[in-house]
């Protein structure tokens, strides 16, 4: 996946400072292996679709402190846990990438039965004869 820090620069409305690029690259790199993971094999890494659901993720990641479980306004109360669970797709993300993923299904399979020719096979069935109704 091409996606750099000018591309979230761009979506985020603001540059990103020296100090912060490698956080951004870091969690690009892991958007991207998230999206990978979800979407299997199959799916078109330069989809525009793609491109905007990496973006969007890295940038609600950049928006949540690291450690800060839940935030109060009133009456100012800042709760912390070890660490945050913000890393991992949105549920937002997942619905738009369901687009992208492979798709299961089933192929039932028949197996041939042997022509009867008079000759009786192991394992096959003799042809059914209709019965005529004496009357």
Known sequence: MNITVPDIEVRLGRKIEDDEKPRVE????????????????????????????????????????????????????????????????SPAARTSLKRYRRKLTSTPLQVDTPAWDGIEVWGSTLPVRPMRAEG
Do not use: H, M, N
């Open 26 to 89: 870091a969690f690009i790199t892991d958007a991207s292996a998230l999206v990978a993971d979800y979407c299997g094999s199959g799916y078109r890494e330069d989809a525009p679709g793609i491109r905007a659901v990496i973006c969007a993720e890295v940038i609600r990641w950049l928006a949540v402190s690291p450690g800060i479980v839940s935030e109060k306004v009133g009456d100012i109360q800042v709760e912390f846990g070890t660490s945050a669970t913000t890393q991992s797709l």
